[in-house]
């Protein structure tokens, strides 16, 4: 078990860590001025002139795509060694979109690239690994608990040669942005079958097919998140091709699960680069204020919080690095007790660093002056996708019972 990065990794560490210092952070102040210039004028879903430029220049430096390892298009990295990346790019709310490294594309171009059928990577993979456009995941829906993904009522009906979609589902992140052209629908197709895990499947949807409507936007805490945004969407009698079907009937859950392993390893490691930079700010916050006659910085209660944030942080750093090791080595279904606690300990460490970082700022990290708040809302909402804590804990009991018993 060795988590020493490699040369390869090193290099990109630096490469990357340049870019941000040089292009990134000047940057996210003009960003968010054009994105509130575009909501004054009446569309906050408009692409940023900010963001397009930087992905020219992170392409033409080669820092594109580093998360797939299975496309000729991406780095080769494998899970350990992109895994410092993530964290690198987690530090400021634009990054990972600037490398094409963002979610929710991250995972729909791995499910295309390990699932997708010939036609289909060249009609939605090459253009997603251009970043030439942007696609969305539709799997949440408003009316069961999603955490348990064999409740969706969707459905995909066979009609001849086309399915026809029909439901309901909201916080489909992206679908807002203009780019967004293809959506990655899960539905049940059999909904009977005896085996639950196989009543699910899977199908590629243009977003402008007929019948497919996106009814609003969801804030989350008060943020639009524009010009990405979060969608609810009705799917009404949406009939597109049986060639759009993803490796084929009853294999959604499948595809679930591997698309979900390698994108808990990038949420997780862009929280722990989003913890450190809260860390950082309440460090220089704490150095430079004065309350009752002595620095924040040396007050105890705050010196407690810093070493306590140090800790947290590194304990997540090493319990990501560690399932990364294990996906990278004994597969992901193996590491799965592993990915489940990188799910529930990350998204907790950044809460809490993150707040601590608050306390020192004061009513200021309330504002916009400091990207504190952002960073919360982001952290908090992270206890949901992609598994809320509950499933995970769960999950995770189950594996350790059953490594603890008697057989």
Request: proline share 5%; net charge neutral.
């Amino acid at each position: 078990m060795d988590f020493a990065y490699s040369e390869r990794c090193q290099q990109y560490r630096e490469r990357v860590s340049r870019f941000m210092d040089e292009h990134v952070f000047p940057a996210e102040a003009d960003f968010f001025a054009e994105v509130a210039a575009n909501r004054q004028a009446g569309n906050a879903w408009v692409p940023t002139a900010v963001v397009e430029t930087l992905k020219e220049k992170a392409r033409a430096a080669g820092l594109w795509n580093l998360f797939l390892p299975e496309s000729g298009d991406g780095a080769g990295l494998s899970n350990l060694e992109y895994a410092p990346l993530a964290e690198l790019m987690g530090r400021s709310p634009i990054a990972p979109e600037v490398f094409n490294c963002s979610a929710p594309d991250t995972g729909n171009m791995e499910v295309l690239a390990r699932y997708g059928s010939p036609q289909q990577q060249e009609r939605w993979l090459k253009p997603l690994l251009a970043g030439e456009i942007r696609s969305c995941f539709a799997m949440t829906e408003p009316a069961v608990a999603s955490s348990d993904a064999t409740n969706i009522e969707a459905r995909i009906t066979r009609d001849g040669d086309d399915y026809i979609l029909k439901g309901r589902k909201w916080w489909t992140s992206g679908a807002n942005d203009p780019r967004c052209k293809v959506a990655i629908f899960m539905g049940k197709s059999d909904p009977d079958n005896a085996d639950r895990h196989r009543q699910q499947s899977m199908i590629l949807v243009p977003m402008d097919a007929p019948g497919l409507k996106i009814l609003r936007h969801l804030p989350v805490f008060g943020y639009d998140d524009a010009p990405h945004g979060h969608a609810e969407i009705e799917f009404d009698d949406v009939r597109v091709p049986a060639s759009n079907i993803l490796l084929g009937e009853g294999r959604g859950f499948e595809i679930a699960q591997g698309r979900l392993g390698p994108g808990r390893i990038h949420h997780c490691m862009r929280l722990i680069g989003l913890a450190e930079r809260a860390l950082q700010l309440m460090c220089r916050r704490a150095s430079q204020r004065k309350a009752f006659g002595r620095l924040v910085a040396e007050q105890s209660v705050t010196m407690e919080r810093i070493a306590d944030a140090r800790i947290l942080i590194d304990q997540a750093r090493l319990l990501t690095l560690n399932a990364a090791w294990m996906m990278d080595t004994v597969g992901n279904k193996a590491a799965l007790k592993q990915i489940g606690m990188i799910k529930v300990a990350a998204p907790n460490m950044a809460c809490q660093v993150i707040d601590w970082a608050m306390q020192v700022h004061g009513a200021a990290a309330m504002s916009d002056d400091f990207p504190l708040a952002y960073a919360y809302t982001s952290a908090r909402s992270l206890r949901f996708a992609d598994g809320p804590d509950e499933v995970h804990r769960n999950q995770i009991a189950k594996l350790e019972l059953r490594a603890q018993l008697p057989r």
